[in-house]
């Protein structure tokens, strides 16, 4: 019976970091819209403009991230080899 005690506070631990960890996300995706609405909005301040920029390119990656691990095909070590051949010459 102990075990299956450890077994559920274990499932409740790391439901509760996904939980913490997809709500950090969310607020950064959140907080990145709004600073390139605000960039859009008429502010030609280059920093907001570099920052929203940024955010747009971690998003991107944070996509790519989420594809390796859920997708467990040969697809998709083949267009992370693609993306490695296109960094290298560009």
């Keep these: 019976m102990s075990e299956v005690v450890v077994v559920a506070v274990a499932v409740v631990a790391i439901v509760l970091i ?12 959140m907080q990145a819209k709004r600073l390139r609405y605000e960039a ?5 301040a280059p920093a907001l403009h570099e920052i929203a920029e940024r955010q747009q390119m971690i998003e991107d990656r944070l996509r790519v991230l989420e594809r390796i691990a859920t997708d467990r095909g040969t697809v998709l070590s083949d267009e992370i080899e693609a993306l490695r051949l296109e960094k290298e010459i560009g």
């Excluded at 996904?18 to 995706?29: D, F, L, P, Q, S």
């Excluded at 859009?40 to 030609?44: M, S, V, W």
Aim: no cysteine; proline share 0%; net charge neutral.
């Design 40 to 44: 859009k909005a008429g502010t030609d």
């Design 18 to 29: 996904a939980g913490m960890t997809v709500n950090g996300i969310v607020e950064k995706v």
